[in-house]
Nanobody
Framework: HVQLVESGGGSVQAGGSLTLSCALSGVFVTSSRMAWFRRVPGKEREGVAAIYTNGLIVYRDSVKGRFTISKDSAKNMVYLQMNSLKPEDTGMYFC???????????????????WGQGTQVTVS
């Protein structure tokens, strides 16, 4: 059974921090490109960060220097550490997995075949 389960969302004041977690079942961080997406009010779902199997990490410009994506192969989990949060970071955050053969741009929703249900982040 393939499943991604996010946790760690919540409400924080601007400038605060949150760490999101994504637990994987049936798919593995060691063999999948993993990403975090978010759906902010009034916008399409957008890529936030991705981590490749070779360790390459990419971020969208608006979160560079504030967010950090990481993974724990032993626990088969992916994390998103979010610091200096801004109200515009408010949204539903999703974990996504792209198993081999890793086709597509990391920013495209269509690249990822496995998605979690999301966790809400609210920054006020």
């Amino acid at each position: 059974h393939v499943q991604l389960v996010e946790s760690g969302g919540g409400s924080v004041q601007a400038g605060g921090s949150l760490t999101l977690s994504c637990a994987l079942s049936g798919v593995f961080v060691t063999s999948s490109r993993m990403a975090w997406f978010r759906r902010v009010p009034g916008k399409e779902r957008e890529g936030v960060a991705a981590i490749y199997t070779n360790g390459l990490i990419v971020y969208r410009d608006s979160v560079k220097g504030r967010f950090t994506i990481s993974k724990d192969s032993a626990k088969n989990m992916v994390y998103l550490q979010m610091n200096s949060l801004k109200p515009e970071d408010t949204g539903m955050y999703f974990c996504a997995a792209d198993p081999p053969p890793y086709t597509g741009n990391w920013l495209w929703e269509s690249t990822y075949s496995v998605w979690g249900q999301g966790t809400q982040v609210t920054v006020s």
